[in-house]
C-alpha cells in the first residue's frame, strides 16, 4: 500500500523483529471465477518473546496470512505476494525441502481443533518423538525420554502411560497439550497459534492460556495469536491487530485498544462483548457479515456495516495511518480525528 | 453419463466406500466424547456391534468353517482325489458315473474318482485362488492408489485415467481376456487374470480415501511441523486411509472365488484335473448334466455357499465400519 502501511510500529522491546511480515498479499484464483484476494497487504512485525495477536471475525483472512506464512497453502490455486522475513531469510521464497526444514524446527503452529489435528492412528508419544526424530536426527529410542518430558511439561498427568494413549484415549484439553508438546518439541523461536482455544470448554480454554503464556514467558519464543475472541487477546497479546477483509483496520498495544479504540469495527467487537457489569445492558451486534464487504479498492469494505460511515467512506480508500504505537485506518475514527 | 450406465454405478459404489474413511475422524471423535472410557477404539465398538450381527455370525461362520476345511482337507477327505477306486465301475455307454455306496457317500465321477474328496479337497484350490488373487490385486491396487492419491497431479490424471479404462471393461470379460493369453492356462494365469480385474477397484478406493486423508486438519498439522512428505504418505495418510481398502478386501475374496470359478468352468483354468477344483468339476460336469445333475449341484452349491459366507461377512464389517450406517 502506501510508504506510512509499511512502517513497523514504534519497536517496544527495542531488537529486531523476528518476523517482519511486509505487504502480504493473497490471491485465490479459480479457472473461469474473479480472482478473490483473502489477505490483501498485511504488514506486522513479531519481535522475541513478543505476543501478537490478528483478531477478526471468521473469513477475514487470519488463518490464511498464517498459513501463507507457514508455506501450507496448497501449491497451486492461489497466489502469494510480498515478503514475510524470518531472521533474515524471506520464507516466501524459500523452496518446499528448505521451508519443510524450517517448520517445526523454527516455526511451529498449533491448530484449532485437537482431535483430528492428531493421527487417530498412532500414539500420541509417537507423534511426539516423530518431530523430534525429523528435526533432531534422533532415534525413537532417545526421543521417547524426551517426548515424556514434553508431555510433564505442558501439564499431562502420567506422562509414561500418555505416551502410548491414542488421541481418543484423551480429553479435549488433553489433547491441546499433547498438540503444544509437539510444537514446543524443537524449541522453535515462533510459535503461530491458529485460535487453539476454539473447540475447547471454556476452563480448558483458561488452562491452555496460561500454559501458553507461561511457556512463552519460560522460553522467549515468539507468538502469533490468532482469534476472534478478544478475551483471548485481552490476557496474552502485547500488541494487537485488527483484521478486516483482509487488510488491518488497527493496531495497538493491548491496552491502548482496548482501552480507547478507534477503529468503529474494533468498537463494535468490543460492544458486543456481553458484560456482567452493565445491569441488562443490550448487547450491541455488529449488523451484516464479513460477506457485505465492498471491495477495498474505492471504498472502506467496513463501510456498510459501519456505525458511523461519512460520504468519503464509499468514495476513497482508507489508508492505514500510524501514529506512535497505533495505526489506524479509517476516515472518521471513534473519538473524532486527532 | 447417465447415472445408470453401469461403469458409473460401479465407481460411484468405489467412491462411497472411499468416502467413509474420511468419516473416521467423526466416527472417532464421536466414540471420545460420547464415552471418555479409554479403550473404546473404531475396531473395538464395530466388534461390539458385530457381535450381535446375525448377519455377520453367519458370514464368519461360513468363512472359518471353510478356511478349516480348506487347511485339513488332505487329512480328512476319506480317498486320494486323484485315483480312480472305482473305474472298473465305469461304462461310458451305460453307466458313466457310478452312484452312491458304501464308503462313496457321492458317488464317483467319470474317471471313478470318489466325488466327496473331490469336492474337500477342491476348496484348497478355491482358497489360494481367493486369496491370492485378491491379495495381488490388493498389492498392484495399493502401488496405484498410493501413487495417484500421495503424489496428484499428472500422476494421479495418468494412473486415474488408466484405472477408468480398465473398470469399462466389464471384469469378467478382462479376467477372459488375460486369462486367454496365457499360453498354457494353469493356476497361476487364473489368479493373475482374477487380481488384474481387482487392482482398478482397489486403486481407485485407496485413492479417494488417500485424498480424503490428504486434506485432513492432521495432516496439515503433521506438514506444519516439517514432517517429510515420505512420512506424511506412509504415517499420516495411508493408515487412515486402509479402512474401506480392507472391508472390500473381503468382498473381493468372494467375487475372486466365483470368478475363478467362472474361467475354470470355461476351461481357462488350470487343465490339470488330478488337482480338484470346483469351477472345473462344474465344467467337466456339463456332459452329463440331464442324466446327472449332482455332479454339477455339489461344486456349484459348494461355490456358492462360500461366496455367499465372505459377502456376508464383508458387507457386515462394512456397515460396522461407515458411520453413516450407524444405527
Redesign the interface.
Known sequence: MTATATTPSTNRHGDEPLLSVRDLRVTFTRQGEEPFTAVDGVSFDVRPGQTVGLVGESGCGKSVTSLAI?G?LPRRGNRVEGTATFDGTDLLRLGSSEM??????DI??I?Q?P????????PVGLQVT??LE??RKMSRKAATPLARDLLKRVGIPDPDRRLK????????GMRQRA?IA??LACAPRLLIADEPTTALDVTIQAQILSLLKELVQETGTALVMITHDLGVVAGLCDEVNVLYGGRIVERGGRHELFGQPRHPYTNGLLASIPRLDAERAPLTPIPGSVSDNLPWTSACAFAPRCSQPVDVCTQRTPQLEESGSRALRCFNPVGGPR | MSPTNPMNRRKDRIDDLAATSGGTATLVREAGTVDEKPGVSLIASAWKRLRRNPVFLIGAGITLLFVVLALVSRVIAPHDPAVGYLIDQVRPQSNPVPGPQPGFPLGADDAGRDLLSRLIVGSQQTLIVGVFATLFGLAGGMVLGILAGAFGGWVDALVMRIVDVLLSIPSLLLAFSIAALAARPSQLTVIIAVAAVQVPIFARLLRGSMLAQRHSDHVLAARALGVTERAVVFRHMLPNALGPVIVQSTLVLATSIIDAAALSFLGLGNPNDRQPEWGQMLGKAQTYIYDYPHLAVYPALCIIVVALGFTLMGESLREALDPKSRR
Open positions: 507457514m501450507l519443510r526444514d524450517r517448520r517445526g524446527r511451529a503452529m491448530f481443533d482431535l483430528s489435528s492428531l493421527n487417530p492412528v498412532v516423530e518431530v525429523r528435526h494413549d491414542y488421541p481418543h484415549q484423551m480429553s479435549g498438540l509437539m510444537a
